[in-house]
């Protein structure tokens, strides 16, 4: 199904059951039913939003016995992190690029 195609973290995190599944996450590592205990959708539902996740490179799992554990990324997380500073350090460049503009006009 499209609905649960994600090329980057970005857009996986544009659903805001995957945001709330992250946040989750951010605080423990997790299995699908604990996951699904604390969301207001159901276990197959979260199942395919860790699915997303996974393949966007915010999540990992591994298998604890009949079960598998989530946990976040730490290197998605991070890419996404560096992604955010490059695009706030831009904004911050730009708006000191027009601010001195502004200043030359105010004082010729």
Known sequence: MATYQADDGWDAL???SRRAIVACLAERPRAVGELAAELPISRPAVSQ???VLKAAG????RADGTRRVYRLN???VAALRDQLDTF????????QDVADESHIEENP
Request: hydrophobic residues 40%; without cysteine; aromatic residues 10%.
């Open 58 to 61: 915010l999540v990992t799992d």
């Open 49 to 51: 939003h860790l699915k």
């Open 14 to 16: 544009g659903d805001p």
């Open 88 to 95: 706030w350090h831009r904004a911050l460049d730009n708006f």
């Open 74 to 76: 730490p290197a998605g």
